[in-house]
């Protein structure tokens, strides 16, 4: 059998992070306002902040009961971002 090597195909360079367009996504299909979601990006060296603004009548669906929808979106956020190497963090605007 030959040795086959596998080999990385280098995508194009996103205009927006990955992250962003992820984070936009999932809140949009989560609130009845989704023509009100906004995504903000603050880019350093190693980390990424996203600022999300939602209509003020949607800001509970995207907290959830006790933060967890927060939370889940955090945690998905982050384990994008770790793949990528830095750091993101995700703020939810009044």
Do not use: F, W
């Amino acid at each position: 059998m030959p040795n086959r090597e596998l080999r990385r195909q280098k995508l194009p360079k996103r205009s927006e992070p990955v992250e962003k367009e992820l984070v936009e996504y999932i809140v949009r299909s989560l609130v009845d306002n989704p023509d009100m979601v906004e995504v903000g990006v603050i880019e350093g060296e190693k980390s990424t902040i996203l600022e999300l603004k939602v209509s003020p009548d949607d800001i509970g669906k995207v907290i959830g009961r006790q933060g967890r929808i927060a939370k889940a979106l955090r945690t998905i956020l982050s384990a994008t971002a770790t793949k990528s190497g830095k750091h993101a963090s995700l703020e939810i605007l009044d």
